[in-house]
């Protein structure tokens, strides 16, 4: 576990990998933190064609610095931010980049504002930012400690309520080539709405893994035989 001072927050995050190997970087859903990409990373970073792996916590998650009910604090622009100054201290961009769920809405803003920085794209389970109807209702704080902040799920459920327009039409400039994986009906996600990703995106592949929404977590060999072959392509 390694720490770094970027935009004024700590974020800690994960490294496997020679140093000196192609970089890919993989973002985790929200709740989550960049252990639970280990299985994969561990992959990536072993063989021939083995990979510079790093996985951080977004601000608010795991050993990342917490930030409380700050206004905008919890912003996805400022999680996508925090990410391209990462990138900045840790790789010579462009470096691939994978995202899972809240991951990957801060993986294609990533493509979409700083498109010099990401060679190539894999979207997780990712529905297009529609609002939510109904919109998703507010939940009370689960008792006892929590892995993440818990002010960061208010926060993105209001911007999952009502998305910046500008997501969806900037969705269709996104340069770099695109892989999207769905998780078919056992998602929680609405699949029409990862489809709708795909078609978005120029040349984008679309992949359907029956697995969930945590398909790299559910069957991972079948999400690293999507990956893999996309990414060294």
Do not use: C
């Amino acid at each position: 576990m390694y720490t770094v001072k970027v935009n004024d927050i700590s974020l800690a995050y994960r490294a496997w990998g020679p140093e000196n190997a192609p970089p890919v970087l993989l973002l985790h859903s929200r709740g989550a933190d960049g252990a639970d990409w280990t299985a994969v990373a561990e992959r990536l970073a072993e063989g021939p064609g083995a990979r510079r792996v790093y996985a951080p916590d977004l601000r608010g998650h795991g050993r990342s610095e917490r930030l409380g009910d700050a206004p905008g604090a919890y912003a996805v622009q400022a999680m996508r931010d925090d990410v391209r100054a990462l990138i900045a201290a840790l790789a010579a961009a462009p470096v691939d980049v994978v995202g899972h769920s809240l991951g990957g809405i801060v993986a294609y803003l990533l493509a979409q504002e700083y498109p010099d920085v990401v060679r190539r794209l894999v979207l997780e389970d990712v529905p297009a930012p529609f609002p939510f109807d109904p919109p998703r209702p507010a939940t009370g704080r689960p008792e006892g400690e929590l892995s993440f902040d818990w002010a960061l799920v208010p926060a993105t459920d209001a911007q999952m309520n009502t998305p910046d327009p500008a997501w969806w039409e900037r969705m269709g400039a996104i340069p770099a080539p695109t892989l999207v994986v769905s998780g078919g009906p056992a998602s929680h996600v609405p699949q029409d709405r990862v489809e709708a990703v795909a078609a978005r995106i120029p040349g984008a592949r679309l992949v359907r893994v029956d697995a969930g929404h945590l398909v790299h977590g559910t069957r991972p060999a079948e999400f690293l035989a999507a990956v893999e072959p996309f990414l060294a392509g």
